[in-house]
């Protein structure tokens, strides 16, 4: 049983484009959720996190937005650059549910 | 601050044989988590250790096992290598019961 839906596998977005990705979870344990960023050949790097008990997060050009009663969050990058070009994981995790659960990626190609 | 350091890097064995894969965590990080990661999927959870001690466990057969040892640095056994534990395996770590994961590069495992 996938407890994080990941979607969509793959996205292009150009230049200064605004990219979404989305997740949705199923289990209510989970009390943390973060977004990593990950390039070939290396290994994810933690991009920004949320909890519940907040709706939105903002850091930079990265925003997580957060629906309890929905159980889905998003990632979203303003003005997309080729450099943000790599494949982005939702996880969600936290103190009841132990590990962290990762969704199945996103790869994120944007175009110059 | 060194960051999470992986070795091997790269790691080619028959299938059959038992292979160790080492993990130091980043300064100040006591919870070590590894995580297998199939080309183009997310990380899965094997296991997670805190204090010495094998706290969290995924849906991972007996054949992979680990340790922790006093310095927080872990490592990661796989006996009777199958083809299928081709993969990269990842080492996170954390401080206990913060649940920002730093990973490292990761070991290219191939078995033929």
């Known amino acids: 049983q996938q407890q994080v839906k990941q979607s969509p596998q793959s996205l292009i977005v150009q230049k200064g484009g605004i990219s979404i990705i989305n997740c949705a979870y199923e289990n209510t344990a989970f009390d943390y959720f973060p977004w990593y960023q990950q390039f070939p050949g290396k290994g994810p790097a933690l991009l920004i996190a949320?909890?519940?008990?907040?709706s939105e997060k903002k850091e930079g050009r990265f925003t997580i937005s957060f629906n309890k009663s929905a159980k889905q969050f998003s990632l979203h990058i303003m003005d997309s650059q080729p450099g943000d070009s790599a494949t982005y994981f939702c996880a969600a995790g936290g103190t009841n549910a132990g590990k962290s659960t990762f969704g199945d990626g996103t790869t994120l190609t944007v175009k110059p | 601050d060194a960051g999470v350091t992986q070795s091997p890097t790269h790691l080619i064995k028959t299938r059959g044989q038992q292979v160790t894969l080492r993990c130091s965590p980043k300064?100040?990080?006591?919870?070590v988590s590894w995580y297998q990661q199939a080309l183009g999927q997310g990380p899965q959870f094997i296991f997670q250790?805190?204090?010495?001690?094998?706290?969290q466990r995924g849906n991972f057969p007996d054949r992979f096992s680990g340790h922790q040892f006093p310095n927080y640095s872990s490592e990661l056994n796989v006996n009777a290598l199958l083809l299928g534990d081709s993969a990269l395996y990842l080492c996170?770590?954390?401080?206990?019961?913060?649940?920002?994961?730093?990973f490292g590069s990761g070991t290219r495992l191939t078995v033929v």
């Open positions: 300064s100040g990080h006591d919870t």
């Open positions: 250790y805190y204090e010495e001690e094998e706290r």
């Open positions: 949320i909890r519940p008990d907040v």
């Open positions: 996170a770590s954390s401080r206990a019961f913060n649940y920002g994961y730093t």
